[in-house]
């Protein structure tokens, strides 16, 4: 088990590595307050040295199932930065979104719609109900609140569509090469977690859009004075968020050939239930709450994080209970750090 | 609620003035009408609800919600909200229960009690001095708790041994139980401290006009640690009293109030803009909370279905308030633009008469 997976070993090391230095450099840059950056440090070094210490951690094939872990997570949090980054804080309702689309997703599926048919007429539902909430947002709800409402309807609905039972699909499905295949030997879940994260990024960065998200996030009367539609960007951002959950709700059902609520109550470890663990990846990658600022990439590493330490406690033989209290206070020591270096920038 | 409603009321204003307050108070009247509606057309198409049975069960309901909503309220009052109330009640109700033989069953309440208001303090304190924003804060909150619920449960469901309290919480005074009376005690205690008392004050200013009450020399520490200690308190003594009643306790659990108690406290009348609210437009909204859910209950409703119906009326409270907003300031500003153009005209003959 010791001698094949020593080869990939240093540059796997490497980059959590580098990543996080990027992040330290940018703190260095922007704050110059030392507990924000000593808070950094001190979360650094204990996760490298837990890395190091921890038997089994740094192998190839336990790399590959962090990524894996991650990828759910990860994807959801690469739609919710778009939200947190146009000023809308949060969904609390992407746990639902995903219930709601592994229900629809293996009922479109047993009709007989084949993979894309289904795939897009999950899609378009999701859009539909993100576009939803985010106009009740743009008209001056809170995201929060609405969401949090959200979540209740779209949990009663999810249940009462399934009836509440775990729906089987009669393999071989459509979808079988999205949950367990493999290509180039990377699971089809990672290769989608990384497409998402580049598309994401590449979206928020280089088009009209992403800017337009971002400006308005950062000063929504200035973009109302330039032009902009803080409602149509608020529509949009919460669709694509939603689209990110109906996605993790497809591939989850994908990879166990099931659909329903049940599969999502608690499947997916690190932070407790798929919302709050987008949530904790958004914000220990440190986009803005308030807006304006952000990044997906740093909140697809924020999702790799949380798994690493997620895998790392199982490794050690922790149960649920202390690895949820690690990623909690990851999650606020992370908040701290963030309202640290902005202290220090104003 | 706050003093920035006090408009004059003008002869000919009137009635946009009663408008306006109808429009900017709490609606208590209308929910308490609304809910009794409510309450009439279940008890009318459901057998028992309407019974003594059917009253003692909304007094149960009332527990969680009550207390939920009362904590949530307080919160949302300051201009924050505490999303960590479900895991910091599921805490509570792990402690109150596993703690019961070695302390006794009081003392393990008391303990559930003290621990989560500690909690809220600190949630209050941290938000406080960081000045973040509540959200992100109580976020990380929910899942530090929520794993520390896990590990003082032993990651499994934990069980009485001496259910003598929690019988007595179950006994029956009228329609009243020593749980709902402990509950309503705690609505009475939060809503006079909120209404008559100085730094209950000091949250409404934090909430309604967060900068003004800071730059007036209110301490932004004082008011956001009282108001999260007092959510703490609520959770913890929510998650204890189902904990002793239920003889169980799963670390799991409870994580629901968050979505019934937020209901509750908008149709309450307290606004996500700060500053508004009350204990009992909490209790009032948490009674209407509880006549739909116990309602539903009765009916047979499953309970995935009831989240579905409470979460739908979350979203119709928001719409609502939405609407009343838009045309708040919509009168606001024609008044004001009525107001400039009448001394406009005043002032235009004025100035010949003084030269």
């Known amino acids: 088990m010791s001698a094949p997976p020593r080869a990939p070993k240093k540059p796997t090391e490497d980059a959590p590595d580098s990543g996080s230095r990027s992040v330290v450099q940018s703190l260095v840059d922007r704050t110059g307050s030392p507990l924000a950056l000593g808070l950094t440090v001190v979360l650094l070094v204990v996760f490298v040295a837990g890395a190091i210490d921890t038997d089994n951690f740094l192998t190839a094939s336990n790399i590959r199932s962090v990524l894996r872990t991650s990828a759910y997570v990860g994807i959801l949090a690469t739609g919710l930065t778009f939200v947190t980054i146009s000023g809308n804080f949060f969904l609390l309702s992407l746990n639902e979104m995903a219930m709601v689309a592994s229900v629809s997703f293996v009922t479109f599926i047993a009709m007989g719609f084949g993979f894309v048919g289904s795939l897009l007429a999950v899609m378009v539902i999701a859009g539909l109900i993100g576009a939803l909430q985010g106009m009740i947002v743009g008209f001056g709800g809170n995201p929060i609140v609405v969401t949090l409402g959200a979540a209740g309807v779209l949990f009663g609905v999810a249940s009462a569509f399934s009836n509440n039972e775990v729906l089987p699909m009669t393999r071989p499905h459509p979808a079988e090469w999205l949950g367990s295949g493999l290509l180039a030997g990377v ?79 608690d499947a997916v470890g690190p932070g407790g239930d798929l919302t709050i663990g987008a949530i904790a990846a958004v914000m220990v990658g440190g986009t803005a709450i308030h807006g304006g600022e952000g990044s997906v990439l740093r909140s697809a590493l924020g999702a790799v994080f949380i798994a690493a330490i997620n895998n790392m406690m199982v490794l050690r033989g922790f149960t649920n209970g202390p690895r949820l209290l690690f990623v909690g206070m990851a999650v606020v020591l992370g908040v701290t750090v963030y309202a640290l270096s902005r202290r220090g920038q104003s | 609620m706050s003093a920035s409603t006090s408009v004059p009321a003008t002869s000919d204003a009137t009635r946009s003035h009663l408008l306006k307050r109808v429009l900017r108070e709490p609606q208590l009247p209308f929910i308490a009408v609304l809910t009794v ?20 069960a909304l007094g149960t309901t009332l527990t969680t919600v009550g207390l939920a909503s009362l904590g949530l309220t307080v919160t949302i009052i300051a201009g924050e909200i505490d999303l960590s109330i479900g895991t910091n009640a599921a805490l509570a109700s792990v402690i109150a229960v596993q703690f019961s033989d070695s302390l006794g069953a009081l003392g393990a309440v008391l303990l559930a009690i003290t621990v989560s208001s500690l909690i809220g303090a600190f949630n209050g304190f941290g938000i406080a001095k960081l000045r973040v924003s509540s959200l992100m804060f109580t976020v990380g909150m929910l899942t530090v708790l929520w794993g520390a619920a896990r590990i003082v449960s032993g990651e499994r469901t934990v069980t009485l041994t001496n259910f003598e309290f929690g019988d007595f919480l179950k006994e029956r005074w009228w329609i009243f139980s020593p749980t709902l009376v402990i509950v309503l005690l705690a609505v009475l205690a939060v809503a006079m401290f909120l209404r008559y008392h100085k730094y209950g004050r000091e949250i409404y200013a934090v909430g309604g006009a967060r900068k003004e009450a800071i730059a007036a020399g209110i301490s932004l520490t004082r008011p956001m640690v009282i108001a999260f200690l007092i959510a703490g308190a609520c959770a913890g003594l929510a998650g204890a009293l189902v904990g002793q009643r239920g003889g169980s306790a799963s670390p799991d659990g409870l994580q629901a109030i968050l979505l019934t108690g937020t209901t509750a406290a908008f149709v309450g009348g307290a606004s996500i803009r700060g500053g508004r609210g009350s204990g009992f437009g909490a209790l009032f909204g948490a009674i209407a909370v509880a006549v739909l859910s116990v309602g539903l209950s009765f009916r047979g409703t499953p309970q995935y279905l009831q989240s579905a119906w409470i979460g739908a009326l979350l979203v119709t409270v928001v719409l609502i308030e939405i609407v009343a907003q838009r045309i708040d300031t919509a009168n606001t500003r024609r008044e004001v633009l009525q107001k400039v153009s009448g001394t406009r005209a005043r002032q235009g003959p004025a100035p010949p008469k003084e030269t």
């Open chain 2, 37 to 56: 509606i409510m309450w009439v057309g279940f008890a009318a198409t459901t057998d028992n609800y309407g019974s003594f049975n059917g009253v003692f």
């Open chain 1, 187 to 265: 699971p089809a879940i990672t290769w989608t977690f990384l497409l998402v994260v580049i598309a994401g990024d590449l979206v928020l960065r280089h088009s009209r859009f992403g800017r337009t998200v971002t400006l308005i996030g950062a000063n929504k009367e200035a973009g109302k004075l330039i032009g902009l539609h803080p409602l149509r960007t608020s529509i949009s951002v919460f669709a694509i968020s939603s689209c990110a959950g109906a996605l993790v709700g497809i591939m989850v059902s994908s990879q166990l050939s099931q659909g329903g609520v049940e599969l999502f109550a």
